[in-house]
């Protein structure tokens, strides 16, 4: 499985954008790009998945690279609520040993400040 | 809107017994994956069906055996429990290349 490096943690203030990165270097032509975020004792949420090009919905865009070798999930105005911890995930559905499994790896553990 | 439904919510077993979890996934969804995730871990894939045929297996041990049925409810059967196996189980559902959508989960408590 390709694999993504993120930061451990980052810091936000309440209503202030958040940029949180995610590197790629390793991915193939057929790897959707997803983003989920985790809050304690909670399921899994999705947030956000692209391909090749960048990516809005109402919870958040996705920046992606032009060599896709690294995107940015961006948080237009972080509330309390978006203090999570938020994965990148690199989905292939090419077949053989992979079959769309979402492979989490260390997230980023996203702090909000009122 | 509809969502994946987990039961039960909360398991306590003993060990050695044995547990069954179950899985209803979003009504026309054709994909089913398990997870499980201990304490302060990131979530671990174990095994997932697509239209009710395994399609990828992780890290499932050997005493985890799991099938999907065909009414697409799946189920995680776990026998001889040890206490490692303590741990959050998740299940998620997915249209196919679409994005997966998780269930509340179950906490397994082995004592």
């Known amino acids: 499985d390709a694999k993504t490096t993120q930061p451990n943690s980052m810091e936000s203030n309440e209503e202030e954008p958040v940029h949180l990165p995610c590197n790629h270097s390793?991915?193939?032509?057929?790897?959707?790009i997803h983003w989920y975020r985790q809050l304690p004792s909670q399921g899994p949420e999705y947030v956000i998945h692209?391909?090749?090009s960048n990516v809005n919905n109402r919870m958040a865009s996705l920046a992606i690279a032009e060599d896709r070798k690294s995107s940015t999930l961006i948080l237009h105005r972080a509330t309390l609520r978006d203090a999570a911890v938020y994965y990148c995930?690199?989905?292939?559905?090419?077949?053989?040993?992979?079959?769309?499994?979402?492979?989490f790896g260390q997230g980023t553990i996203l702090t909000v400040h009122p | 809107a509809a969502g994946v439904i987990q039961s039960p919510r909360h398991l306590i077993k003993e060990k050695r017994e044995t547990a069954t979890l179950k899985c209803y996934p979003i009504?026309?969804?054709?994909?089913v994956y398990w997870y499980q995730q201990g304490p302060g871990q990131d979530p671990q894939f174990l095994i997932s069906?697509?239209?009710?045929?395994?399609?990828d297996k992780g890290s499932i041990p050997d005493r985890f055996s799991a099938q999907q049925f065909s009414d697409y409810h799946s189920e995680l059967n776990m026998s001889s429990l040890e206490l490692g196996d303590s741990a959050l189980y998740f299940c998620?559902?997915?249209?196919?290349?679409?994005?997966?959508?998780f269930g509340q989960g179950t906490r397994l408590t082995v004592v």
């Open positions: 998620a559902s997915s249209l196919w290349r679409a994005e997966a959508f």
């Open positions: 390793t991915i193939s032509g057929t790897d959707y």
């Open positions: 692209g391909l090749t």
């Open positions: 995930i690199l989905r292939d559905f090419a077949g053989g040993t992979s079959y769309g499994k979402l492979t």
């Open positions: 009504p026309r969804h054709d994909t």
């Open positions: 069906f697509y239209e009710k045929m395994q399609s």
